[in-house]
């Protein structure tokens, strides 16, 4: 094996596992923990936040892809009952209320998910990048400039995607405007 095979396999491999660990659903359950927190949620309501709004969506869109799929159903019918589940939390959120920033963050992430179920049926627009890119963001939006050492991490998941040959640039690109836009959605209805 040549010292470039040796160099490629452990790039791959380190891109594989960055990717990994900042899976779109371990940055969402982040940003909703840092939501809780922020608002002052105590850890129950917290936790309560975090499963609905992250876990038990994510575990309908990953748990029912063989019923789906075994019923002929499109995979876009999941994506959307995801949607729907996140849209009724987001709801819950504004009529309790709970306080900010839960409720604007619950709302853009439902707009982010529903995003990348529209454009995919066009483009494979990375929700790596995409909720990456919106978490960074709305962390230093949050939590001020300290952490703007997060901003390295998107032009690392962008080059990564592409690496893994999971994107192509077009994609990576795709993902880091979604995740632009739907920052931009959670800072509007900041102001409101």
Known sequence: MTASTVQSTALLRGSKYFCIVLAPAAVLAVVLLLS???????????????????????????GTKGFFRSRGLADHWRTDLVTVLMLAGTVICYLVPVP???????????????????FRRWLNV???????????????????????????????MCF?????????????????????????????????
Do not use: C
């Open 36 to 62: 809780g927190i922020r608002a002052g949620l105590p850890p129950a309501g917290t936790a309560l936040l975090l499963a609905g709004l992250g876990v038990v969506p994510g575990i309908v869109f990953k």
């Open 100 to 118: 900010d920033p839960v409720p604007a963050t619950a709302a853009a992430l439902m707009i982010g998910n529903a995003g990348l179920a529209f």
């Open 126 to 156: 990375s929700a790596h990048v995409s909720v990456l890119t919106f978490g960074v963001l709305w962390t230093l939006a949050v939590f001020g400039s300290g952490f703007a050492w997060l901003l390295l991490l998107l032009p690392l």
């Open 160 to 192: 990564t995607r592409v690496s893994l040959r999971e994107h192509t640039h077009a994609e990576v690109l795709a993902g880091t405007a979604w995740g632009l836009g739907t920052f931009g959605f959670w800072q509007v209805l900041q102001l409101l």
